[in-house]
């Protein structure tokens, strides 16, 4: 199995669309994880952490499943600037500030 | 603002030739990571640094090599370059233990091509 498992999509969707990423992780101790959103050509960046109670940062929902060692994105009322890859991310253990990533889902949204 | 930066952002070089990717950082952050992004791989770690003179070998690391004598530096060295080391390079930081939180923060990557 791998480390972080994603579907690499593509997902198309119409804005104002509603769309969830899932991913799924090996390592039981993993302590963090984050989403990264990576436009074409351009680095990754930090879009939201995710914790045990899940968080909501605007029209992004994020969720982590410790039991199924699972993590979800929703995206709610897609625009087309949400158009981009999706990284899902893993910190294997407190003492370690290695991240472990997913391939991405890249994510277009159509007019 | 605080910031990282790389250099140079593309590069052209051919095989067997040593090429060095510079990256600076200007957070005062510990930690420092280089990786390599190819098509159908993702982001994969070269090697990382958690302080001025430690260096750590990452899942991709033969043919590579980095040096830290600072906070702000970590630059990466192929030492012969090969085409198979053609491939976009992202250098990332981040603070340490009591300094924040573990989140990267990326560069804007070199993309290099070795003919």
């Known amino acids: 199995r791998k480390e972080v498992e994603q579907d690499p999509g593509p997902f198309n969707v119409p804005e104002g669309a509603t769309v969830a990423f899932n991913c799924t992780y090996s390592n039981s101790a993993s302590q963090s994880f984050f989403w990264y959103r990576q436009d074409c050509r351009k680095e990754p960046k930090l879009l939201m952490s995710v914790y045990s109670s899940g968080n909501e940062d605007g029209r992004f929902t994020a969720q982590l499943n410790r039991a199924s060692q699972y993590i979800s994105l929703l995206i709610r009322d897609s625009k087309l600037s949400d158009s981009a890859t999706y990284l899902c991310v893993v910190t294997p253990s407190t003492s370690n500030y290695k991240l472990t990533f997913g391939k991405g889902t890249l994510l277009t949204v159509n007019p | 603002d605080a910031e990282i930066t790389q250099s140079p952002r593309h590069k052209i070089t051919e095989t067997g030739r040593q090429v060095t990717l510079a990256c600076h950082q200007t957070w005062n952050h510990n930690n420092m990571f280089w990786y390599r992004q190819d098509l159908g791989h993702g982001l994969r770690l070269i090697h990382y640094s958690y302080g001025v003179q430690d260096t750590n070998k990452g899942e991709v690391s033969d043919g590579y090599s980095v040096s830290r004598s600072n906070t702000e530096d970590l630059p990466l060295t192929l030492e012969s370059a090969a085409s198979s080391q053609t491939s976009v390079y992202f250098c990332?930081?981040?603070?340490?233990?009591?300094?924040?939180?573990?989140?990267?923060?990326f560069g804007p990557g070199t993309r290099l091509t070795v003919l």
């Open positions: 990332a930081s981040s603070g340490a233990e009591g300094q924040g939180t573990d989140t990267q923060y």
